[in-house]
């Protein structure tokens, strides 16, 4: 078994261009959670997914956030424009159910933006 | 809002000694899980704890909950280098809802 897998692992980028964060769960997973990590902050959850269905996206800090799940193995976080408050590590994670399971963590994407 | 916080934010031992990190938690529970995250990693998955129970161990691991006070703690047993890393409680609510993560507590294990 793989694990959860996210790309790119380090992305440094300038402020205002977009960024598109990838993530393969756990095949045989049905929910999907994308996690922000900060020193500030720790970590927060933006949004999360069952059966490829956003079923809560209240954690999303602002509409320059969206994320999708086009199918059961991929889903990606995008930033447009990003921000350099956007800085920080983007966690995908994945579990069979959305509560209370065992979660199984990517090993994060690291973004700055400058 | 964060439902864990987790008590000290960091911590300094001996390698040897024991280390314990408290959780406090605001709303019931099903479960409480414990992780841990080494520098630059994943979290990762160190034991779940269910809310009719109070007491688990797992190796040098030994977790206990208190649903009363809304508390639990681990206890890390003769702690190695190897241990240092941040150490998170995670908590569900009573309903079926995702984990939701303290701040972590930093453990560092000095050889």
């Known amino acids: 078994d793989a694990g959860v897998i996210q790309s790119p692992r380090h992305e440094v980028t300038e402020m205002g261009q977009e960024v598109t964060l990838r993530c393969k769960p756990i095949?045989?997973?049905?929910?999907l959670f994308w996690y922000r990590q900060t020193m500030m902050r720790g970590l927060e959850l933006l949004i999360y997914?069952?059966?490829?269905?956003?079923?809560?996206d209240s954690g999303m800090p602002e509409d320059r956030f969206s994320a999708k799940m086009p199918n059961a193995s991929f889903s990606t976080l995008k930033i447009q424009p990003s921000e350099p408050r956007d800085s920080a590590v983007y966690f995908c994670?994945?579990?069979?159910?959305?509560?209370?399971?065992?979660?199984?963590f990517g090993e994060g994407s690291w973004l700055t933006v400058v | 809002s964060q439902q864990g916080e987790e008590d000290p934010q960091a911590l300094s031992i001996q390698e040897g000694e024991n280390a314990t990190m408290n959780c406090s938690y605001k709303?019931?529970?099903?479960?409480l899980q414990w992780y841990r995250q080494n520098s630059g990693r994943g979290l990762v998955h160190l034991i779940l704890?269910?809310?009719?129970?109070r007491e688990k161990h797992s190796g040098r691991l030994r977790v206990t909950l208190d649903t009363s006070k809304k508390s639990s703690s681990l206890l890390i047993t003769a702690s190695r280098a190897a241990d240092t890393a941040s150490y998170f409680c995670?908590?569900?609510?009573?309903?079926?809802?995702?984990?939701?993560f303290g701040k972590g507590t930093r453990l560092s294990v000095i050889a």
């Open positions: 994670a994945s579990s069979l159910t959305q509560g209370g399971n065992t979660i199984y």
């Open positions: 095949s045989g997973h049905n929910s």
């Open positions: 997914f069952n059966n490829n269905v956003p079923i809560d």
């Open positions: 709303t019931s529970i099903n479960n």
């Open positions: 704890i269910r809310s009719n129970e």
């Open positions: 995670a908590t569900d609510g009573s309903g079926n809802t995702p984990l939701v």
